[in-house]
């Protein structure tokens, strides 16, 4: 059995730090800013030969409302969830009450836990524990999670009553990765609730709720899936705290380190710029693509028609992207979307062979061939797969930088309607063969050069000549 260790305490006591340095990631969002972390973030820690499961939570006092109620739920799933829970405090500040109620709340839990004294840095162990001690929880431990002090040894006293012989590492990051991507408050988070059945994330009707990507490992129908919730990306002018673009970034990292993108638009508000940007670097990524329309629910007919029209227009440059209707608060069309999932999925990674695609480049050259350059026509030889996710197709030839950009669009189109590939995009790279005689000159022998300049003599006496006679007559 893996232990699993909660990091629980009040805002900004530096458990996304202490988070980062047991999973020895990058993977929690971390500033001096409080109540940052909003969502449970599950990360694995090794000691040795020994793993351990580690959850990130949200900063908690007891006196929540509104936002920071649903934040502190979370937190307190987390320490439900998890074998020992570590209740992080801050030795800068000294004892608070909100520490005390940590301490009540865990104990009518009756949920072991440990007391870790953080930022000890500058301040000294004893000077920074000694408010801490009329907690009455036996031992503390005191540590500095900036600068990895004291970490190993406390992580070693806590797993100590745990078996330190454990099964075969398995893989965290299996199964599609899907990450839901798309504007603040356009239901992002209800949608990943929705797709796993629970409350899982953090949702509030306000904008930027989410700010840190959280993945979300979970099995369904005998598939494993890895969910990604990303936090809400505005345009940048109206970008101004430091912690919102920290979480752009997270969210475009996101995007590459997914399979497939679920693009979510909130369906009472249109296409707008910043969802077509959104869409571009789902593009430029070369991921899988799913558009999804939430908010569908409540509204009239006509709506529905102007809504339809709409992306008809503004997205028929991804018209190979299947587009879902759906209501992520009730549940209308959200199964659906596990069937453009896989669709994307399997067109992305699809194996294709060299032959297949070769003939496939010459019945598309012979129904309509390259146009002519410079009075020469672009001749392409032969294709083979040069990658996946997207699929990416290499053609070899000659002259190939002459192509035109509408051609290789044409090659695109019809590559992905001959291999019915949906939901992703392909890349056409073509690759000119090499002239083995470029850059080498052919010596002449003495004859030969005796023989052009006797040439050359003869050309300049009968140009002039010419010249002779005209002036003559």
């Not at 990130?56 to 929540?64: H, V």
């Not at 870790?116 to 500095?144: M, P, Q, R, Y």
């Not at 587009?323 to 549940?331: D, E, K, R, W």
């Not at 090659?411 to 001959?418: C, K, M, P, V």
Request: net charge positive; charged share 30%.
């Amino acid at each position: 059995m893996i232990p699993v260790i909660a990091l629980v305490g009040r805002p900004n006591v530096g458990k996304s730090t202490l988070f980062n340095q047991l999973t020895k990631s990058r993977d929690a969002l971390v500033a001096d800013y409080s109540g940052l972390t909003r969502d449970r973030k599950y990360g694995e820690g090794r000691l040795g030969e020994q793993r351990f499961m580690v959850i990130d939570t949200g900063g908690i006092t007891g006196e929540e409302q509104g936002i920071d109620a649903a934040m502190a739920a979370q937190s307190l799933a987390a320490i439900d969830e998890a074998d020992v829970v570590l209740l992080m405090v801050d030795g800068r500040s000294g004892l608070q009450v909100g520490d005390q109620s940590l301490v009540r709340l865990l104990r009518e839990r009756s949920k072991p836990f440990e007391l870790v004294v953080n930022k000890i840095d500058g301040v000294g162990e004893d000077v920074a524990a000694s408010d801490f001690h009329s907690l009455g929880v036996g031992a503390l431990h005191t540590i500095a999670a900036t600068h990895n002090r004291g970490i190993r040894s406390m992580i070693t006293e806590v797993l100590e009553p745990f078996d330190a012989e454990t099964p075969e590492p398995m893989e965290l990051d299996s199964g599609i990765r899907v990450a839901i991507v798309g504007r603040p408050n356009v239901g992002k988070s209800t949608l990943v609730n929705r797709l796993l059945g629970e409350e899982r994330v953090v949702v509030f009707d306000q904008p930027g709720t989410t700010r840190d990507s959280v993945f979300i490992e979970f099995e369904r129908h005998g598939h494993a899936y890895t969910l990604i919730d990303t936090a809400g990306v505005r345009r940048r002018k109206n970008v101004k705290e430091t912690v919102e673009k920290f979480s752009i970034v997270k969210t475009l990292k996101a995007i590459d380190q997914a399979n497939v993108v679920i693009l979510l638009m909130d369906a009472r508000e249109g296409v707008v710029e910043q969802d077509l940007h959104l869409l571009g670097q789902c593009i430029e990524a070369g991921r899988g693509l799913v558009v999804a329309i939430n908010k569908w629910d409540g509204m009239d007919a006509d709506e529905r028609d102007r809504v339809k029209v709409e992306l008809q227009r503004r997205l028929l440059f991804v018209d190979y992207a299947d587009i879902h209707f759906i209501s992520a608060l009730h549940g209308t069309g959200v199964g659906h979307l596990y069937e453009s999932i896989h669709g994307a999925y399997e067109s992305a990674t699809r194996k294709l062979t060299t032959p297949r695609l070769t003939k496939l480049l010459e019945d598309i050259i012979s129904s309509h061939p390259p146009p002519m350059v410079s009075g020469r026509r672009v001749k392409l030889r032969y294709a083979h797969m040069g990658g996946h996710n997207p699929p990416r197709i290499v053609i070899h030839g000659n002259s190939t930088e002459n192509l035109p950009q509408s051609y290789v669009r044409y090659l695109e189109n019809s590559f992905r309607r001959e291999l019915e590939l949906s939901g992703t995009p392909i890349r056409i790279e073509l690759r000119t063969g090499e002239n083995p005689y470029a850059g080498r000159r052919n010596k002449l022998t003495e004859r030969q050069v005796q023989r052009r300049r006797r040439m050359v003599s003869h050309i300049k006496k009968s140009e002039k000549k010419r010249k002779s006679k005209k002036t003559q007559s």
